[in-house]
């Protein structure tokens, strides 16, 4: 059997709208994936960020190895604040804002005096002792932030290695996720 050239290119034809359905709505769902991979890469690098509770120093609020959510974006940072901040090593902590510019700390007899007067936490575990070499009482400069973690024993804070800028925080705290007793939960943070 003998076929021209016009047998073939219709024979083609044929073909290739036989499938031309099954690629238009494959590039379609390609298209609309890509597009959410997008969204999501912007919404967790501008808007919202997670990390990993790493150690002790945040208990009772916060357990090692739980999850947690944070915005990125907060107006102004205040006294009670938990926030993720990249401190002068480059390592990310989450901590506690005790104090912020303009504010005068001071650590005595167990205690934290901002502005002259003691204030209440009832968050945190064990006493608050001076540590390192930051002398006291200490006025915040703008743009500085003093942080603490809840466990004052077991923490490596502004104690240790001084008041961080405000641009080194990564963002507020909002949501806490973890699992205890085989159940998992998920709590605002506070």
Do not use: H
């Amino acid at each position: 059997m003998v076929f021209s050239e016009g047998d073939i290119v219709r024979k083609d034809r044929r073909l290739f709208r036989k499938f031309d359905g099954l690629k238009y709505g494959w590039l379609k769902d390609a298209e609309k994936f890509l597009l959410l991979l997008v969204i999501v890469f912007l919404v967790f690098r501008f808007v919202i960020g997670c990390s990993f509770v790493k150690g002790e120093s945040m208990l009772p609020t916060l357990k090692n190895g739980e999850l947690v959510l944070y915005v990125r974006f907060c107006p102004k940072y205040k006294a009670g604040d938990v926030v993720s901040v990249r401190i002068p090593s480059e390592e990310y902590y989450v901590k506690r804002i005790i104090a912020a510019a303009g504010d005068t700390i001071d650590i005595r007899d167990g205690s934290v005096y901002v502005n002259g007067e003691q204030i209440e936490e009832d968050y945190i575990q064990g006493r608050t002792e001076q540590q390192g070499a930051v002398k006291y009482p200490m006025t915040l400069k703008e743009g500085q932030i003093f942080i603490m973690g809840d466990n004052r024993e077991e923490s490596a804070d502004s104690r240790t290695f001084g008041v961080v800028g405000e641009r080194q925080i990564k963002g507020k705290l909002v949501l806490q996720m973890g699992r205890q007793k085989g159940k998992y939960y998920i709590r605002k943070v506070e």
